[in-house]
């Protein structure tokens, strides 16, 4: 790891604890400000400024360290090769995680609930929203943890930093809870720090999370590997909406089911993520790393 890369995975890092703590200090102004035209819920005011400020963190060390370009964020690519490799990743990410939740059925462990389907507008709808998710989802992420973060250290000379520190921050901020609520009478100056606290409620009970920590860096790891391999982020994006849309339709059409005998596969964080999709995606892993080789 070279000094500059470590500097700059420091500044990447500071962007959230900085957004956090700004956030908790100006929520309670931003809710007085806006008052006269609606009375916003603290907590969402404090998520909005943490976002905000957590992206214009990362633009400015990108623009401070001359970084913030096209190739570097993964954007360099003519627009048709581009469009060629995400739908290339969409393909790929769509049957990965349909291998991924199959067995759960066949294993007990999810049944369908088509009654929700029915709810929902029908499959043609459900597909359609969860693929919708899955881009939008994917597009932020993917410019955020491989393409400007995993980018700018990959230029920086600090590419292994960048594949298996990334990967670890990108599973960590998606256990970060809802930031606590607090009634608009009893808002104070201070009142942004109780907000704060709420972010850090799904850490609570690690051992918990621990199963689902681990598949969450198996992924991470493995879209890193795509974008340290292409050299850009289209295959990256298309692979994490393939994951998403199929994540997002499962959650709608099916429910988890008690099952002793198999639930270590899934742990008990949210019925899917745990051991095995870990042990699917680490597979992956090491065989695009061979084939690397």
């Known amino acids: 790891m070279t000094r500059r890369g470590g ?12 957004a956090m703590l700004l956030a908790a200090l100006l929520a309670p102004w931003a809710q007085k400000l806006l008052a006269p035209l609606a009375v916003f819920p603290l907590h969402r005011i404090f ?13 400015l060390v990108m623009l401070r360290s ?17 469009g060629v490799q995400l739908l290339a990743g969409l393909a790929a990410g769509l049957a990965l995680m349909a291998i991924a939740v ?26 359609l929203k969860g693929l919708g998710s899955g881009v939008l989802v994917a597009l932020i992420e993917e410019t955020f943890f491989r393409g400007a973060m995993q980018g700018a250290l990959e ?15 990108y599973a ?9 609520s607090v009634p608009y009478e009893g808002v104070t100056a201070l009142s942004g720090f109780t907000a704060l606290t709420g972010f850090f409620s799904g850490y609570a009970e690690p051992l918990r999370i621990a199963d689902a920590f681990l598949a969450l860096y198996c992924v991470g790891l493995l879209l890193a590997l795509v974008r340290s391999r292409l050299g850009n982020i289209a295959g990256c994006i298309g692979l994490h909406a393939g994951f998403v849309a199929v994540i997002a339709v499962f959650r709608k059409i ?8 198999w639930s270590f596969l899934v742990g008990d964080y949210d019925g899917l993520l745990g051991l095995w999709i870990a042990v699917l995606t680490a597979a992956c892993c090491l065989a695009l790393w061979l084939r690397r080789a």
């Open 7 to 18: 500097t700059l995975l420091l500044a990447f890092l500071l962007a959230l604890p900085v």
């Open 47 to 59: 998520s909005r400024l943490t976002m905000l400020f957590a992206f214009g963190w990362i633009i």
């Open 66 to 82: 001359g970084l913030a370009r096209r190739d570097v964020l993964g954007y360099g690519l003519p627009a048709r090769t581009f």
């Open 102 to 127: 199959a067995p759960l059925f066949a294993l007990g462990l999810r049944d369908w609930n088509l009654v929700r389907l029915e709810g929902s507008g029908g499959a043609v709808v459900v597909a």
């Open 155 to 169: 230029r920086r000379g600090a590419r292994r930093l960048g594949l298996l520190a990334i990967p670890a921050l």
């Open 172 to 180: 960590a901020v998606h256990f970060l809870g809802r930031a606590a």
């Open 254 to 261: 099916s429910l988890p089911t008690d099952n002793p005998q």
